[in-house]
């Protein structure tokens, strides 16, 4: 009889310790989906965060004027995508990493720039002079003027013209350049014929792993606006980072890239090593990716001090994030609307914060120095793109083009309301009362002062006319 009370006790025993552990489980997890919820509510402006892990969705968010479903713009992480391009246009033998820009831009023979390689493109190192700022600098910015100026005729030809002389050794120097990476969609145009050109995103890389939100808008010639113009929802973003997460380039049977292509891209070029202009300390380029890894020949750490180092990115202006974890097998897709620099997101932030709710544990902090402050060394070109106007008028005439392209993309591409494309397309250094905006819904046309952009198709997307 005492030995059947003792069994009942320790069994009564260790369900209570059972019950308890399960409780604080509960609990603990619980914490980290709300410490991680309070960074996406309370500390930055996310539109959408997806986190998958081992193949299966374990958290999601949105933010009130976003879905799963939504296409959202990409900014830079159209550059990976572009990156993606390019390698299926190696492995089908269409395009060599090592041919002069010229052999394919015939119109630019003899000229200085035909000492740049596809690779040096593709590692940021044209050696081209470039002004990659933004917003707050429009008539010095180099991107604004080939997106919204003179440089929406031909993004190629804007980049390839005065004043972007070739200032550095092609391969010598890396530094970051959306003019780089429209060279690089350029010369894809004049590697397939028209017809397979324009199927291109959609035959051979979206349809392949089951995406069907994808679009990708081009200039006026023709050419994929490889830089900047891509949109994709959420959903369909997961599945691009999954096929990233696999690593070996192929998906379901078909073989889209070759199989080292990945990991070749997620490598630190070599071009980094002999000279750079690095902006910022997470400034720790692959190949159109954002790598982890660490540079000994430079002494350089790891960009994002908490995470592994084989974490990588595709990583876009105000927040876009595809990021992937092979050794924890989790991809996370972030969209974001960062215009406020006190709410901007960190990318090993929230990557921590993401570890934990999936860990359900604490994880520790690194003291080491975050990323490689180091090496930053801003680059001043001095390049002016306003000629004999007045700022102001340089300033109004760009902004009128920004406002009548990016509303007609809010409005028709991620189907945003007019509130919030009219937010969508504020900026801080010209007031928007200069360029107000008239909409055509028949003609689906957008008109802002002199200014016109038209929507073209779903795949395609706006055009500034």
């Not at 120095?369 to 070109?381: D, F, I, R």
Request: proline share 4%; hydrophobic share 35%; charged share 25%.
């Amino acid at each position: 009889m005492k030995c059947f009370l003792n069994t009942i006790f320790k069994t009564i025993v260790f369900l209570a310790f059972l019950v308890a552990n399960v409780s604080f489980s509960q609990n603990s997890s619980q914490s980290y989906k709300e410490n991680l919820l309070d960074y996406l509510q309370n500390k930055t402006d996310t539109d959408v965060l997806l986190v998958q892990k081992d193949g299966k969705v374990i958290f999601e968010y949105f933010s009130k004027d976003w879905d799963s479903q939504k296409s959202h713009e990409l900014w830079s992480v159209t550059k990976s995508l572009t990156n993606m391009l390019v390698g299926i246009a190696v492995h089908e033998k269409k395009l060599s990493l090592d041919e002069s820009l010229c052999d394919k831009l015939t119109e630019y023979k003899e000229s200085p720039y035909c000492q740049i390689k596809v690779i040096d493109i593709l590692n940021h190192s044209s050696g081209i002079k470039w002004n990659e700022v933004y917003e707050k600098s429009i008539v010095e910015s180099s991107p604004i003027s080939m997106l919204y100026g003179k440089g929406a005729l031909s993004t190629a030809d804007f980049v390839l013209s005065f004043p972007h002389v070739l200032e550095a050794k092609p391969g010598t120097r890396w530094m970051y350049s959306s003019g780089d990476t429209n060279l690089l969609t350029k010369i894809l145009q004049k590697s397939y014929s028209k017809h397979e050109y324009d199927e291109l995103p959609w035959k051979k890389f979206a349809e392949p792993l089951g995406i069907d939100s994808l679009t990708f808008e081009q200039d006026k010639s023709g050419a994929f606006v490889g830089a900047s113009f891509g949109y994709l929802n959420a959903e369909d973003a997961l599945k691009w980072g999954s096929f990233l997460l696999k690593g070996d380039g192929s998906w379901k049977g078909h073989q889209i890239l070759s199989k080292d292509w990945i990991k070749f891209s997620t490598e630190v070029p070599e071009s980094f090593s002999k000279g750079r202009v690095v902006k910022a300390p997470q400034e720790l380029p692959g190949r159109h990716f954002w790598p982890n890894r660490k540079v000994p020949a430079l002494g350089a750490r790891k960009a994002w001090k908490d995470l592994p180092e084989d974490f990588f990115a595709a990583l876009g202006h105000w927040g876009q994030m595809i990021g992937v974890m092979p050794s924890e097998n989790l991809v996370v897709v972030r969209f974001g609307s960062d215009k406020d620099d006190a709410r901007k997101y960190q990318v090993n932030k929230l990557m921590h914060l993401v570890r934990e709710f999936d860990q359900n544990k604490k994880l520790p902090e690194s003291s080491e120095v975050a990323g490689n402050p180091e090496l930053v060394s801003a680059y001043k070109p001095g390049l002016r793109y306003n000629s004999w106007w007045p700022k102001l008028f340089k300033e109004v005439e760009l902004f009128s083009n920004y406002r009548a392209k990016d509303y007609c993309s809010c409005l028709y591409v991620f189907a945003q309301s007019e509130e919030y494309c009219e937010k969508f397309v504020e900026n801080k250094s010209v007031p928007s009362f200069l360029a107000p905006i008239r909409i055509h819904r028949d003609l689906k046309e957008i008109l802002v002062n002199r200014a016109k952009s038209h929507y073209v198709s779903k795949r395609l997307g706006c055009v500034l006319d």
